[in-house]
Nanobody, 120 residues
């Protein structure tokens, strides 16, 4: 199973970016998807979660600005980021729970990370 994250880039404060995470390989179903952010010199922090039914939760700093969505048929999810701030700068990672077969247990996989830079 591989996760491919994309959509990062350089944007001015107040702008928007949409990150995508696509799972490929031997997949029966994907479960909870998490998005993390890691700023330079800091530990990786959870930004938001979407479960298999589409319920979402976000860290306080992302509420009202970020929206996570998913497309189960395509094994992918998106992180829409609006009203971006310089403090949103960092490498964003997706983390997805995957079952490779009906009787399999859940395993989690990480995407390679995509850089988001917000200039002031």
């Amino acid at each position: 199973v591989q996760l491919q994250a994309s959509g990062g880039g350089l944007v001015q404060a107040g702008g928007s970016l949409r990150l995508s995470c696509i799972a490929s390989g031997s997949i029966f179903t994907i479960g909870t998807m998490r998005w993390y952010r890691q700023a330079a010199g800091n530990s990786r922090e959870l930004v938001g979660i979407i479960d298999s039914l589409g319920a979402t939760s976000y860290v306080d700093s992302a509420k009202g600005r970020f929206t996570i969505s998913r497309d189960n048929a395509r094994n992918m999810g998106d992180l829409q980021m609006n009203s971006l701030k310089p403090e949103d700068t960092g490498v964003y990672y997706c983390n997805v729970a995957v079952k490779r077969s009906l009787g399999d247990t859940w395993s989690t996989y990480w995407g390679q990370g995509t850089q988001v830079t917000v200039s002031s």
